[in-house]
């Protein structure tokens, strides 16, 4: 995330030079149509999966401002509204992926000067990836087209990566596209594989070699420095309290990377810690309580080993490896297909994600398809990708169900939406119809009838 601060001091005069002019967006050579105004339509005669009630089978669904205004069997259409015959269509509310870097990273071997994923050195809380998001990635037209209306696209690298950030995937800014800036700060704690994570690289593997090869040294270290910043973050926002409740006592001394803690330690934020295996889960749980942080747990490949601590906990998890090959030689071939059911069966809040950052979140509705085909029942494996991360992120007021009032990320499917031969119809965001081309569709368009001269 190297260009964060510097995108972040000039994202005004930018918006400014590209906000205005439609052709001049389009010679950035983008890859996603933008969609079109907020109006007010009207679905009929569709097959409604709100996600959180029982299935409508021949019902209304009407969208204005932005917002679901009606659901329901016998929802009164408004006049002037534009109306959509969805006779023989389903309709879903958008899905959601919880884990991908989506916008940060566009080729990640060869092109380093698209790679904005990290920043340098161990603990940058204070980096966020809003301002570091390419709205005119190719990745953002091939996931939403299949029905990913939002992410959460996050920072990786270091041991607190910064803070990651809930987007819709429409619109020609980054701003236009937010929905949440800095939904979640993002830990990776120090792991016993010594400098690996340590973010400086050589600086770590100079430092374990000093210490004749101790990964545990290292470690210890590296955990203590993150103890530390949280306990100065916990200070210096009781020093503000003290500040604003007594302005005759000295002014704290302004501390952009300790201020950016504040809502992570006084619970206001989530935070997410990526693990995999059942120690590195135990500890980041473990770890939460003590600095009273709100854990989810990214990645989970174990988890199902420890379900009943993580549901005694309250900790969810956000499942990234249903489709990884089996870890050990003694493991059934199912194992991580079969994940997302035994979590479910063991009462713990979880979510599905694609596990990939970029060109392969496009893939999440055949992911939650899979684990629904091993176990995991298909009103469960369809919340696990909607209602479920959008309740752990703390937006289910917003996102994740087909409700009034909840904003209007909507997709209409020909069949249904976690199978692979399903095609999208419509899609909305944020009540704006958004067109169905990509990268994809354009190529096609472009090479179709095209023969080869030999």
Known sequence: MRRMHLRAALSGAALLTIGTSTLALAQL?????????????????????????PEIMNGTIVISGGKIQAVGANAAIPAGAQVIDAKGLNVYPGMMDGGTSIGLSEIPQGAASTVDISEIGSFNPNSQAYYGINPHSAHVGVARVVGITSVISRPTGGIISGQAALINLAGWTVPSMAVVPRVAMVIELPGGGGGRRGGGGGGAAAFLAAQGGNANVLRARQLDSLKQILHDADAYAKALDAYASDKTIPRPKHDAVLESLIPAIRGQQEVMFPADRAVDIRAAVAFAEEFHLKPIIVGGREAVSVAAYLKQHDV??????????????????????????????AGVKFAITSGDCCSEVRNLPSIAGMASAFGLSKADALKAVTLGPAQIFGVADKLGSLEVGKMANIVVTDGDMLEARTNTKYLFIDGRMVPLDTKHTQLYDLFKGKTLVP
């Open 29 to 53: 050579g983008s890859y996603n149509p933008a969609p079109g105004p907020q109006g007010t339509f009207a679905i009929t005669n569709a097959h409604i999966f709100p996600v959180s009630g």
């Open 316 to 345: 969810p998890v956000l499942y990234t490896g249903v489709l990884q090959l089996p870890g050990r030689e003694d493991d059934p071939y199912d194992i991580n297909y079969s994940a997302p059911a035994k979590l479910a069966a």
